[in-house]
Every structure is written in C-alpha cells, then in structure tokens.
C-alpha cells in the first residue's frame, strides 16, 4: 500500500516570510497524483495545489508552489509571503490515477507569527 | 450548490447506542469515501464506495458498517457505539483521476 509521511508535525513562519512543508512518499506506480490540502480551524479541507506526475513542471497556485521531484518520491509545499490566515493544519495526499482510494499524510500544523 | 453535505455537524451519544451519519452529494460523483480524523493521526479511511451499490472497507473499518442505495448518498452506521469511536468524521467524494476530493464539513462525534 502507498503511504504518505510528513515528517513536521509542526512548522511556524513569520507574517511576510517564506516556509516549505515537506511530504515524502512510496509507490510503485509511475502515474498518480499529488495533493496539498489546508484545513483551518473551521475544520473544512481545502484543496489548495495539486501535482501531476506525467507533468515534470512544478504546478503553482499564487503564493503556493510544489517542489515535485519524482525520482525522490518528494512533493514538497512553499508558501511564499505568508499570511495570518494561512495558519493551518496541511495535509499531503496520494492518489492513484487508476484506483479509488486516496492516502494522506499525517499534517503538519502551521503557525504565522506576526 | 451545496456540494458535500454532512448530517448532523455534532453529536453525543452513550456507549452502545447505534446511530447513521449521512453524507449527500451533488455532484453526480461516482466515488465517495467515509474518514475520521484524529489528533496526530490524519484521516484514516474508514469506507469507500467506487458507484451506486457498491462498498469497500478502508484502514480501519471494524465497528462501522456504510451504504450507498443511492448515487448521492453514503451512509455510515455505528450499530454499538464505542469511546473509541469518538473522532471527527468526514465524508467525501470525487470522480477518478486529477479531480480532487470534495469533503464535507465533518460531523463531531463524541461517545460517552
């Protein structure tokens, strides 16, 4: 089965400052899809990145950015002039592009100090 | 759009006593999934379900039971509730491939 590690359970970054999340992970498959999800304290997952594997360019969303490195199996989260309401639990996925289910990471708690 | 509805958002219930969480989608996705949430742990899927009809366990399905008579619906059973059962649960769905999941708001659950 594929597992997903995120190996900082907690990270913090000061308000205009830049900080990566790490997510690592382990597959045999060689096509697949990578998710970054933020979960405030409202509880709700949001998607906020995700990755293509076929897709070598690293996918950007604004101040959000993957750094994808295939061969590693590391799908890393750069969030870049960070915000106070970027502070959140982050949530790495997995996902197979030809089966249902979807593995997710165990997060890592992010705090924005002003 | 209402896109991933749970019901309820809260509840507490005494051990042993049974009771469904509903999940509904409209979003005519095929795929939809049961997860609880615990501190430290992520989401655990508990159920999945690949189309109408059709259920699957997930990691840790043992105390849970789940339907889906209808497209649109996921339903997920505690028939003897259990301390150990208290988690947040979210339900969520998606098609296959890129599109990611769409979840629900999650539903408290707390087993005294």
């Known amino acids: 089965a594929q597992t997903v590690t995120q190996s900082q359970p907690e990270m913090s970054v000061q308000e205009a400052e830049t900080v990566t999340l790490s997510c690592t992970y382990d597959?045999?498959?060689?096509?697949?899809?990578l998710f970054w999800y933020k979960q405030p304290p409202s509880r709700q997952m949001i998607l906020v990145i995700r990755q293509e594997a076929y897709k070598q360019q690293n996918a950007t969303e604004n101040r959000f950015s993957v750094n994808f490195q295939k061969a590693a199996k590391s799908f890393s989260l750069k969030i870049s002039d960070s915000q106070l309401g970027d502070a959140a639990m982050y949530f790495c996925?997995?996902?197979?592009?030809?089966?249902?289910?979807?593995?997710f990471g165990t997060g890592t708690s992010l705090t924005v100090i002003p | 759009n209402a896109g991933v509805t749970q019901t309820p958002k809260f509840r507490v219930l005494k051990t042993g006593q049974s009771m469904t969480l509903l999940c509904a989608q409209d979003?005519?996705?095929?795929?939809m999934y049961w997860y609880r949430q615990d501190p430290g742990m992520g989401l655990r899927l508990i159920h999945y379900?690949?189309?109408?009809?059709?259920?699957a366990k997930g990691e840790v399905p043992d105390g849970y039971n789940v339907s889906r008579l209808k497209k649109q619906n996921f339903l997920l059973g505690l028939e003897s509730a259990a301390p150990s059962q208290t988690s947040v649960y979210f339900c969520?769905?998606?098609?296959?491939?890129?599109?990611?999941?769409?979840f629900g708001d999650g539903t408290r659950l707390s087993i005294l």
């Open positions: 979003m005519n996705h095929e795929y």
């Open positions: 996925a997995y996902r197979s592009a030809w089966l249902s289910r979807v593995y």
């Open positions: 969520a769905s998606s098609y296959l491939g890129k599109q990611p999941q769409h």
């Open positions: 379900s690949v189309g109408e009809g059709t259920t």
């Open positions: 597959t045999s498959e060689s096509d697949y899809y």
